[in-house]
Every structure is written in C-alpha cells, then in structure tokens.
C-alpha cells in the first residue's frame, strides 16, 4: 500500500500498514487495486473452482460450517449455501459499531483477500472495494463475535452488501437496498466460497488494533509531555533519566524513554545541579522511564502482532495458489494477538496509577510545596480539589478495564469450537482505556501548567515542555476563580486526541 498522505491507498505487492488502515477508516482514502493482486486473487479462484468442479470436500464451500462440517452440500445448492451464510451469522446484538470500526473492518477484509488466500470471486472482491470508496457502511451491532474469525460483525456487512438490512450513507441510515442504489451499487452477487470468505476473518478486531494503535502512539508522547511539564512544576529530580544508571538495567523500553523526557526538557533550568527539591522523588515521579519502558514496549508488541495478521491470509481454509491446494487450519487462532493486546491494557493501567499519583502529589503542599489544590486565591477557593474525584474514577475505571477477559469462553457449534480469544472485546476494552488514559494526561497537562505558573518558573522550561505549556494555555486560562474546569479537560483530550487531518 501507498502512504497515507497519498490520495489513495494501492493495494499492491507491498504490504498493508496500520496507518494505511487508519487512513481508509478516517480519512476515507480512496483504494485501488493493482494488477498483481488481481492475477493473485484469480490463480487462488482457479483452484476453488477446480474443487468446486470434482466436488471435493472443502469446508465451507461443498460442506457445512461449524458442527456442520459433517454435511455435504448438493452441487444445486452451492450458491445458495453462501447466499445464507451471512443470513444465518447476523446474529449481532448491542449499539452499532461507529463509522471508522466500520471501515477499518471492510478495509482490513479487503488487505485480507489481496494476500490471495480467501478464495473470493474477484468480482465480489473488486464490490467490496467499491462499497468502501462509495461510502457504504452497513449497520453492524458492536456484540457478538468471540474472536474465532469475527463472524458476526462481518456477516452483518456482508448482508448489508447484499442488500439486506440498513446501511448508513452520508450520514443517513437507510434500508440497504435503498442505499445501494443511492450510491450506484449493485447488491453482491455471489459464486461458491464467497459468502464465507467475507466472515471467516479477524477483520474487526485488526481494524480496531490499526485505530487504536495509531491513538496509542499520539497519546503516549502526549503523556511524556505531561509528565515533562510535571516534573518543571513539582521540581523532580532528573537523575531518574541519567542514562548511565539505567544502562546498569537496561529494562525494554527505559532508556527510549529517558531520552526522549531529556529531550523535552532541553535548555530547562530544571537540569541545574541544585534544582531539585529532593534527592529522591516518590516513585511515580523516579519510576517513569521504567514504567512507560514497559508501556513503549507493549505498544511495539501490539504493533508487531497487528501487523502480522494485517498482512496474511488467516481464512480457514486457506487457498495456496502455487500449489494447488486447499487447506483447513486453525491460523483464524488469535491468542497470541489477544496477549500482546491484554498485556497493553495492563500496561497502560500502570501508566494511569503513575499519572493520578503525580496530579494527586502535584497538588499537595506537603508534597509540592505549591498550595493546596493549585489554588492562587487562598482556602476559600476550590482550585482543583474535585479534580481528585475525576481521577480517582478514571484510574479505577482502567485497572477494571485491565482484567483480562481472553481466557476462553464457553464451547459452542456442538462442541466443535471450544477455544476463542475474545479479540473483539479485548480490543474494546484497550480503546475505552485508551480513552480514560487521554483524559488523565489532559488533567495532568492543565494541573502541571497551573503548578508550573505558582511556581514562578514558566519562563524557566525546557524546550518541549515550553511547547506543551504554550499549548494548554492557548487553549485553557489559569484557573483563579473556581469554574467548571469539565469543558477545560474535554477540550485538551479531545486536542491531544487528533490525528494528522
């Protein structure tokens, strides 16, 4: 694929990245697709139909799915069977998926079908293409898959390219048909293996991992300027980053992140030799390059596991074109993607304890020695006390948010599926995290900006943390007369939440 800031994304030879995904889903870049990935998706239909035509049993495609794979399906009966496998898997419940989990899905469906696995007819490749660029989103209910290809989610698109259903269409939901015809569409027509080859994927739970690491890695360096505006405000101790101690150790992570906060603090006269209040600051000053250590190295574990399977053929079974032959497996498995995941999530629960402990430090005078609750006008005033209620439910929201639930829920399909990694809801968790993380940075940024001005050293910042300041305060005022600081934290989250437009 191209980069993202090419008006369309090419599906070629090159592999698909995150942001490409991303830039489908968001921006809605247009795809094309080359020649090379047509031929692919061709020579891999060659061979369907060479199965289709000696009648050899193919899961899926001459016999039943699920328990059903001990039925044989009539020759008659070939297209009708996919023309029901959508049908009989739209069994989704709960509020419908937002616009972008929508396109992220179908657009990772699509890089799927371009590895030349799947088996898809290539005029029901090239339809699903087409819906993605015309703006085309069936409605599809946010519950329901457990992570052993994302049946549900994809069954519920797949029928609304059918015809069935509601599709949403320039902001306006509308009967399916309607929609289509709206948008110059035909409803899809299927041949053998087509209608199982759009739901025998991970594609939700790879569409919701491109989305969410892109928001990962932009709140993350927004974390480390927070923390930098922390420690000018609180006057922490920098021998936590001198390089040459965490050398000694060296922990994933750590040193990136140590130099990284330097950075940000360039030319601050917190480097000073005597700026420092302490010899040793509590630990969720002390502790950071090691604690979001762990966190860069979980979101680089979660990258390397998304982007495998973003480039793959995880279709069961898969077609292998170069030889002939189909083959039934279980590459549709998602526990090692779901634990890199899980591990974020406690990752980022870690980083949330370490955030809520500093704001908390940061505004008491024991602690701080600045007064209580970053107020400049005196007890009588509020300041930022309540402030304290805000991120103590955020923080105990994360940690709930943390507990894994990837561990195998109950067998169904008669017992044939016993096994499944809840991708779909592990993915769901890390973005309601991820979400709670960015609002606890933007009250550390605003708490941090306030203490950096009682302290009387804003004209004293290092370079980045300089940035970050200029930055709240362009958006947000001091606060001296108590007001309702809620508008002040959405408007900075919401800010530091905006990816490249």
């Known amino acids: 694929m191209s980069a993202t800031n090419s008006p369309s994304i090419i599906l070629s030879a090159a592999p698909p990245t995150i942001e490409d995904i991303a830039a489908i889903a968001r921006r809605h870049a247009r795809i094309e697709v080359s020649a090379e990935v ?10 369907v139909d060479r199965y289709t035509e000696s ?54 469906r699509a890089a799927g079908m371009a590895a030349g696995g799947s088996g898809v007819s290539l005029k029901v490749f090239h339809g699903l293409i087409a819906a993605i660029n015309a703006g085309v989103h069936p409605v599809v209910p946010s519950l329901g898959s457990i992570g052993a290809a994302d049946l549900a989610p994809l069954a519920h698109m797949s029928r609304g390219l059918l015809g069935f259903g509601e599709i949403e269409l320039g902001g306006e939901v509308l009967p399916a048909a309607i929609a289509l015809e709206r948008a110059g569409l035909k409803p899809l027509e299927f041949a053998p293996k087509d209608g199982h080859a759009l739901v025998v994927a991970n594609s939700l739970s790879i569409g919701l991992a491109c989305l969410t690491l892109v928001d990962i890695e932009r709140l993350f360096d927004w974390s480390l300027k927070a923390i930098a505006v922390n420690f000018e405000a609180f006057r922490a101790n920098v021998s936590a980053f001198d390089d040459r101690a965490l050398a000694a150790r060296p922990a994933f992570g750590q040193r990136r992140v140590a130099a990284r906060l330097m950075e940000l603090l360039s030319g601050s006269s917190l480097l000073a030799a005597d700026a420092a209040r302490r010899l040793q600051d509590p630990l969720s000053y002390r502790c950071t390059p090691q604690v979001w250590g762990a966190l860069r190295h979980a979101i680089d574990e979660a990258r390397q596991a998304t982007d495998i399977e973003l480039v793959s053929s995880s279709d069961n079974p898969v077609v292998i074109a170069s030889e002939g032959v189909i083959l039934s497996h279980g590459n549709f498995d998602m526990t ?3 634990l890199a995941w899980e591990r974020l999530g406690q990752a980022m629960a870690h980083c949330a304890a370490g955030t809520a402990y500093r704001i908390m430090k940061i505004m008491s005078p024991g602690m701080s020695d600045l007064p209580r609750f970053l107020t400049p006008m005196g007890q009588s005033r509020t300041g930022f006390a309540t402030v304290q209620k805000t991120v103590s439910a955020m923080e105990a929201e994360i940690r709930h948010l943390a507990t894994p639930v990837s561990l195998s829920p109950i067998p169904v399909a008669d017992g044939v599926e016993d096994q ?17 993380l960015r609002y606890l940075t933007a009250i550390e940024l605003i708490a941090s900006v306030q203490a950096v001005e009682l302290r009387g050293v804003s004209d004293e910042l290092g370079k980045g943390s300089a940035e970050a300041y200029a930055f709240v305060r362009s958006h947000v005022p001091p606060l001296e007369e108590d007001r309702a600081q809620g508008p002040d934290f959405a408007t900075i989250a919401a800010l530091i939440g905006l990816g490249p437009q």
């Open 38 to 47: 047509d031929a692919r998706i061709v020579a891999a239909r060659a061979v």
């Open 420 to 436: 499944a990694s809840m991708a779909p809801s592990v993915l769901a968790k890390a973005q309601a995290i991820v979400e709670r």
């Open 55 to 108: 009648d050899l049993p193919v899961y899926g495609l001459t016999t039943g799915l699920g328990a059903g794979v001990d039925t044989r399906l009539a020759t008659e009966d070939l297209v009708a069977f996919q023309m029901r496998v959508p049908q009989a898997r739209s069994v989704g419940v709960g509020e419908p998926l937002a616009r972008e989990s929508v396109r992220a899905m179908m657009a990772v």
């Open 336 to 338: 090692a993607f779901v």
